[in-house]
């Protein structure tokens, strides 16, 4: 017979051995609806732990009567009927870490409400030694923020992911294109169908899902601007296989921004207007016209991320330059015109930043550099006086 604490009632609950002897203990309380919710523990003092953490839960409003799915199912329920607001192709994203890192590890399998701290730990100290730190901090984001809607919902009373120590981060180095590698680059390009992209991309600091989304109806050459507003991505189909292109918003909404053109860059994109219209023609109904793209393949269809790489790569071999990557041509845009003193607060507007702050965070080697040049000259002016 089990062997149970004297002196509480249901509603307090209770704590008891069974079988007796086997030093198996359960803490125990009655719900409101009648049924009793137990939890297991390896002795009498842990029981006693799980029957405070039971009538705990209770008092915070825990819904100790729901069916507690587990970590993987919560996860995938979370990124469902929770994160409705999610891009297409960040909701694709959340899949994959979900898919790849949550749900193939032991933590997956595990109740969202048995779930502990130190199982979170664990999980993301194992993950630190499959895949880079930058990795981790994402899945450990997207699982911290599940859980964070499991206590909202009332299925535990805290979030075990909260105090989780994880791996620092090193940031990528910047390869910015010097000014005289920047004009080489262009000059290879020259009277290539591309070559504006890659001087938007230099000039301005687009990226790269903004260039390939750019429409012409974003271009106004009578007031000489440009309205970034939209970026081409490649998200699954609803109702079948594959993917296809989508536009969407931009990345943040301080990325919504209007940018000059100087007389050059209105001239290229002139041509390319001219030229395209005569492609048009010349191909008829073999033209893909997809919602009037400015940077577009040889029939007229959307360019593939992956073929600008593969051009970008071959140019940059072809003019004798470093390999870099496509999005540190917009970090050479940002150098160039930190290091010509263009005032910090411009060059977040340009890019699109969220603040200041975050331009001075990434290209703080730039500023670094700027301040030493000023120092330098000052000294210089000072030494003549």
Same mark, same amino acid.
């Given at each position: 017979?089990?062997? +149970? ?20 203990? @359960? ?14 523990? &390896? ?12 009538? =705990? ?31 297409? %192709?960040?909701?694709?994203? @959340?899949?994959?870490?979900? +898919?790849?890192?949550?749900? &193939? ?32 901090? %994402? ?37 910015? $294109? ?19 992209? @890659?001087?938007?991309?230099? %000039? ?15 271009? !106004?050459?009578?007031?000489?601007? $440009? ?22 918003? /931009? ?14 860059? $209105? ?5 390319? !207007? ?22 577009? =393949? ?28 496509? !999005?540190?041509?917009?970090? /050479?845009?940002? /150098? ?9 607060? /411009?060059?977040?507007?340009? $890019?699109?930043? &969220? =603040? ?13 550099? &700027? ?15």
């Amino acid at each position: 017979m089990a062997r +149970r604490n004297k002196g509480r009632s249901n509603g307090e609950g209770s704590i008891y051995e069974y079988p007796k002897g086997s030093g198996g203990w @359960y803490a125990q309380i009655t719900l409101s609806n009648g049924r009793i919710k137990r939890k297991r523990a &390896s002795s009498q003092r842990e029981a006693r732990e799980k029957l405070e953490e039971l009538r =705990s839960e209770r008092g915070q409003g825990v819904n100790l009567s729901a069916q507690q799915p587990t970590v993987a199912e919560w996860c995938l329920i979370w990124l469902e009927k929770y994160a409705r607001n999610l891009k297409p %192709n960040i909701r694709e994203d @959340y899949h994959g870490v979900i +898919r790849r890192y949550i749900a &193939s590890k032991p933590i997956g399998k595990r109740r969202v409400n048995l779930l502990m701290p130190a199982e979170v730990q664990d999980w993301v100290d194992a993950l630190a030694d499959e895949v880079s730190a930058s990795t981790v901090h %994402n899945a450990h984001a997207r699982l911290h923020k599940a859980l964070a809607v499991a206590v909202k919902r009332r299925y535990r009373s805290d979030n075990p992911a909260a105090g989780t120590e994880l791996p620092p981060v090193r940031a990528k180095p910047i390869q910015p $294109l010097s000014f005289d590698q920047a004009c080489t680059l262009l000059e290879a390009m020259e009277g290539h169908r591309w070559a504006p992209l @890659y001087r938007l991309a230099l %000039n301005l600091g687009l990226r790269e899902a903004e260039l390939l989304g750019l429409t012409w109806d974003a271009i !106004h050459f009578e007031q000489g601007t $440009l309205h970034v507003y939209q970026q081409l991505r490649r998200v699954p189909r609803v109702s079948e296989d594959g993917k296809e292109f989508v536009l969407q918003t /931009t990345k943040t909404a301080s990325s919504d921004r209007v940018l000059s053109l100087d007389a050059d860059l $209105l001239a290229d994109l002139h041509a390319l !207007h001219k030229n395209q219209l005569e492609e048009r023609l010349l191909l008829g109904k073999r033209w893909k016209d997809t919602w009037g793209l400015v940077f577009v =393949s040889e029939n007229g269809a959307p360019i593939h991320a992956s073929n600008l790489l593969a051009h970008f790569r071959k140019a940059l071999k072809a003019a004798g330059l470093p390999k870099i990557r496509f !999005h540190d041509l917009r970090h /050479t845009c940002a /150098t160039l015109m930190l290091a010509d003193d263009v005032p910090l607060i /411009t060059v977040s507007k340009i $890019l699109g930043h &969220s =603040s200041p702050a975050v331009t001075a965070k990434i290209y703080a080697h730039a500023l670094d550099e &700027s301040k030493t040049i000023a120092i330098a000259g000052l000294a210089r002016r000072l030494r003549r006086a």
